[in-house]
């Protein structure tokens, strides 16, 4: 270990750093300038479903119950044009051990570390993924530390994040709580250099492939209950590890038809490294300020390749407001019975509108909910959001304004999920693998093909759009 | 008299990780404008007074110096008042289905 901590000597070894920490060298998987095997990563981790279900059942992690949301269909059902409004189910992943999908995501990456001998893992995230990684992480007898991005320079926490603290410290994990920034990855760096811990990375194979069995679960569940596979799933989608779990999961137990629907925040105009906006965004997750970025570029993460490529498996990718998630939120535990959430139920929200497309006969699965609790609650948001200055009120959800204020829906009938030209975030992708070319490469026919499979289109689409680029000068 | 935390202590520490100016390049202006900070809890390692520097041993088993910043420090999120923009929802909702007779 070197004795330079400063900013620039310790992100001068990040390669480093991350390759002892995860244990697996990426560099083996490149096949061009930007290309890698994709799928050789996840087979070379040598774990098929099978052997991630037994991993994840000595934990009680997963085989959550599908409930039908019967109520929510018919509120559903009276704002739908005759004959529509798909039956809607919703899988409760909030009766996880910590009480999230994120235990699926943590179990394998947790095993492994194990299984390797390191003495304890790090996770570097400020939500449910860390209360899931100490969890699994008491349980495995393996120290752990959380690094979370907490609290504003005024020392104000976000209170999610302040729940997601007291989690963490519940599990007997050692949390560093970080003030607002991107430098969070560099103080990872060195809790990882100092430790010699396991790097459980959001964005890991182990991570990816500890979430396919919920796509693949509920896929069985549905297909027990209605003898077919669900016409739609949609996802929360933050990473791109929600995606991209579920949609390998839903591939692998046969659901090919099955729409994969991604379902984020709309947080536009706010930034994510602004110590000012931190405390305005009312979520901590499910949002645009990672799925936009995440989506259009997702090797920005902590491992050199990102196991998580959502825009791979994406059918569609829609926007809701946060009025209309809180909204969601409220109407899940009034008819259904079930206080989950918040930042999960944006899928739920999204469901309440793409249902109505559908005949009643279809079946539309929202594959998550979250535990809530103090701090991680809609009063809890709408209480901090309020002391913010941010205008909380009922009306036309169309009038959210990130930050600002918060439009609280006055009737069902206003929900409706805003699209997002998913040409143009293919097109955003392609100027992200150009600008990450290395000075003077060039592309070989292996990255065309790399880039048609990442952007789910075909090589000719990316080089009509690569030339495009060239001759605009761009 | 200044009041001297006893070793072992749960605590709470505190220190800069990057003053205000050697934030990171691609950070905005109002974050480069304030410092990096970090506060972590654990167990003292020695007597200490809060607002000087400890010692303290973090769950995971590390020792990390601060300003000792907060004793047995509390968790203080909550709910907080009900919100009266959601009050109302539930029974909009339910009145909708009254109609269709599957509330009462």
Known sequence: MSDDQGYQAVMARRAEIMRRSIGLDYDQYSTGVLAFDYERLFADVGYDLKAVRAVQDRTGVGNTPLVELENITALVRTVAQPGKGARIFVKDEAKNPSGSFKDRRASLSVHEAKKRGYAGVAAATSGNYGAAVASQAAKAGLRCIIVQEAFDSRGVAQPEIAEKTRACEAYGAEVIRLSVGPELFYYFLRVLEDTGYFNSSLYSPYSILGIETLGFELAQQIEELAERFPDAVVTTHAGGGNVTGTARGLLKAGATDTEMIAASVDLSGLHMASDHDFNRKSFTTGHTGFSMPFTTWPDRADVPRNAARALRYMDRFVTVTQGEVFYATQVLAELEGLERGPAGNTSLAAAFAIAQEFDEDCIVVVQETEYTGAGKHPLAQLNLAKQMGIKVMRGDPRENIPGRQIVVPEHVAQIRVSEVDLDWVRRSYLGNAIAALPEGARLGAFDVEFLAAETRTTTSYVEEVLDEMCRTGR | ?104
Do not use: C
Not at chain 2, 18 to 43: H, I, N, W, Y
Not at chain 2, 49 to 70: F, K, Q
């Open chain 2, 1 to 104: 008299m200044v009041r001297r935390e006893k070793k072992g202590t749960w605590v709470e520490i505190h220190s800069i990780i990057l003053p205000s100016g050697e934030r990171a390049p691609q950070v905005p202006e109002d974050t480069r404008g304030v410092a990096f900070e970090m506060r972590v809890k654990g167990f003292l390692v020695e007597a200490a007074t809060v607002g000087e520097e400890a010692e303290i041993a973090t769950s995971a088993g590390r020792r990390l110096r601060g300003v000792l910043d907060a004793v047995n420090p509390a968790y203080t999120h909550s709910f907080g008042p009900p919100i009266p923009e959601l009050s109302a929802i539930g029974g909009e909702v339910r009145a909708m289905l009254r109609d269709r007779g599957r509330f009462r």
